[in-house]
């Protein structure tokens, strides 16, 4: 009988915390916008501003006619912070059911976005 070290049990009960991250959902499928003009962007802000709870947010820029994800930029530093650590938050485009949604990547939050019109991306 062999005796195993919990170095052994801490490594195999560390990997089932990555099984949900794999998960994928059969009725998502990656998307991008119909557009990129103003009131598409002003659409997705609002959504996004809703996602995160904040009242004000920066996008990264990116061509968000082809892009399948888009990144928050985390609020700048304070009147006393010489610099910040604060890392931006990157959220999936995705047709879910029909319905325009981003999931945020790092939770898996999924945030219905009715207002924001959106197209499957080309593979």
Same mark, same amino acid.
């Given at each position: 009988? %062999?005796?195993? +070290?919990?170095?052994?049990?801490? @490594? /195999? =009960? *560390?990997?089932?915390?990555?099984?949900? &991250?794999?998960?994928?959902?059969?009725?998502?499928?990656?998307? %991008?916008?119909? +557009?990129?003009?103003?009131?598409? @962007? /002003? =659409? *997705?802000?609002?959504?996004?501003?809703? &996602?995160?709870?904040?009242?004000?947010?920066?996008?990264?820029?990116?061509?968000?006619?082809?892009?399948?994800?888009?990144?928050?930029?985390?609020?700048?530093?304070?009147?006393?912070?010489?610099?910040?650590?604060?890392?931006?938050?990157?959220?999936?485009?995705?047709?879910?059911?029909?319905?325009?949604?981003?999931?945020?990547?790092?939770?898996?939050?999924?945030?219905?976005?009715?207002?924001?019109?959106?197209?499957?991306?080309?593979?």
């Amino acid at each position: 009988m %062999t005796r195993r +070290t919990p170095l052994v049990y801490m @490594i /195999a =009960s *560390l990997s089932l915390f990555a099984l949900p &991250a794999c998960q994928t959902h059969a009725d998502m499928t990656p998307a %991008t916008l119909t +557009t990129d003009d103003a009131a598409s @962007i /002003a =659409s *997705l802000k609002t959504a996004l501003a809703e &996602a995160m709870g904040r009242a004000n947010i920066q996008i990264a820029e990116a061509d968000l006619a082809t892009a399948t994800h888009v990144s928050v930029l985390p609020p700048p530093p304070g009147e006393f912070e010489t610099h910040s650590v604060a890392m931006p938050v990157v959220f999936d485009i995705v047709l879910d059911d029909g319905v325009c949604t981003l999931v945020r990547r790092d939770t898996g939050e999924r945030h219905a976005a009715p207002g924001l019109a959106c197209r499957p991306a080309k593979g």
